[in-house]
């Protein structure tokens, strides 16, 4: 069978498209991305502007047509932060459907901690043992840890790479006292979820699952030896840190001639950076190790055993 995943996020609209059968790991054959960065289109009040509306509407268009080129069985489409929190969220989301010929389904930030979690779980397998997962977005952070197939703890946090680059580093390049602002507010944010995730065993494994994260990982981090791709990589904290002063130092310009570092990304790697340095100081993670799967392999193992295969 055919399966599509259409995630609609803070930064991406990305359809995934994937063959699946009972008992093994999706097969995925198409993947297209349309950048959007919807935190550029929120107007004061929290709406998403009639140009964002329209940005969002033509990419949800165009990936429809690509699932329906694909000849895909079933399309599971799935919308994260941005426009969950928009305060004209009901009238985007009705437009979007209305692009879609469907209904798309609106996840709440611990749904999307849980999704990503099964991913992550299932690419790094049972033996893995306790999970610490980290995952930012553009408009939120997740957080999640567990033994099992589902997290005992899932919490998300609105300290996403793009809504912190607004918030807090508006100018190019944003300098020192802008990160060191994000960092205090990022530590307060994350005080009562880091009290949380600290009272649960200590994990066997820490996990990056996100773009953010794969992008720091190629800047700052090293492969696992006899290892090859993104999966094979690991970041330590200590590295991250130390370019974290660089960073901000240089426009974005010239800051996606650094290794890992696309043009989609340039803005928001410094506020990415710093928010996933702070949460591995305060939850004590010396380094991280990357996943290549994340949401939309987790919606996607999820519809998988929800089937009634004939």
Known sequence: MRLGVLDIGSNTVHLLVANAHPGGRPLATTSQRTVLRLMRYLAPDGSITPEGIEALVTAVSEARQVAAD???????????????????????IALIEEALGQELQVLGG???????????????GWAAGQILLFD???????????DDELPDVAASVPLGAGRMTIQFMPTDPPGEDAVEALRDHARETLAPVAERLLAEPRPDHVVGSSKAIRSLAKLAGYPVPGS?????????????????????????????????????????????AVVLHTAMTMLKVDELEV???????????RYIESMSWG
């Open 291 to 301: 996943s290549p799967w994340a949401l939309r392999e987790g919606v996607l193992l």
């Open 228 to 272: 090859s791709g993104i999966e094979g990589m690991l970041l330590p904290r200590a590295a991250l840190g130390s370019w974290i002063p660089r960073l901000a130092r240089i426009p974005a310009s010239a800051r996606q001639e650094l290794p890992g570092i696309t043009p989609d990304r340039t803005f928001q790697i410094v506020a990415g």
């Open 110 to 124: 611990e749904s999307e901690a849980r999704f990503t979690f099964l991913a992550v779980r299932r690419w790094f």
């Open 70 to 92: 694909e000849k895909v069985d079933e399309l599971l489409a799935t919308a994260t932060s941005a426009v969950r929190e928009a305060t004209n969220g009901p009238e985007v």
């Open 136 to 146: 930012i977005g553009g408009g939120s952070l997740e957080l999640a840890s567990g």
